[in-house]
Nanobody, 121 residues
Framework: QVQLVESGGGLVQAGGSLRLSCAASGRTFSSYAMGWFRQVPGKEREFVAAISQSTRTYYADSVKGRFTISRDNAKKTVALQMNSLKPEDTGVYYC???????????????WGQGTQVTVSS
C-alpha cells in the first residue's frame, strides 16, 4: 500500500516556474514507477511525465524540454520541476505510483489528492 501527498502547486505567471513534490508512505517506494498527470474540468486525465524504477524518464511531447521529473528513493519523494510555464499547463496535477512507467493512467495503482497549478497569461 502506498499513500501519496502532492505539494507545491500555486499561481504563477506565464514563463515562470514551479516545483511540485510528491511524498510517499510505505516501505516499497523504490519498487514503483512514478508518474505525474494533470486534469482540467471536462477533460480526461493527461499524462505529463513518468520515471521508472531505474530512473528512466518519459515526457509528454507538450512538456519536453520544459519539465523535469526526478525521484529520491531515500526520501520517498518524486518531484516535477516545471519551467517556462504556459497557460495551457493549468490544471490539477496528480502524482501516481504503478508497476510500470506508462502514459496510461489506468496502469497506475495509487494516486494522490492532486495540487492545483494555475498559469496566468
Amino acid at each position: 500500500q502506498v499513500q501519496l501527498v502532492e505539494s507545491g502547486g500555486g499561481l504563477v505567471q506565464a514563463g515562470g516556474s514551479l516545483r511540485l513534490s510528491c511524498a510517499a508512505s510505505g516501505r516499497t517506494f523504490s519498487s514503483y514507477a512514478m508518474g505525474w498527470f494533470r486534469q482540467v474540468p471536462g477533460k480526461e486525465r493527461e499524462f505529463v511525465a513518468a520515471i521508472s524504477q531505474s530512473t528512466r524518464t518519459y515526457y509528454a511531447d507538450s512538456v519536453k524540454g520544459r519539465f523535469t521529473i526526478s525521484r529520491d528513493n531515500a526520501k520517498k519523494t518524486v518531484a516535477l520541476q516545471m519551467n517556462s510555464l504556459k497557460p495551457e499547463d493549468t490544471g490539477v496535477y496528480y502524482c501516481a505510483a504503478g508497476l510500470s512507467s506508462q502514459s496510461n493512467p489506468q496502469r497506475y495503482n495509487y494516486w494522490g489528492q492532486g495540487t492545483q497549478v494555475t498559469v496566468s497569461s
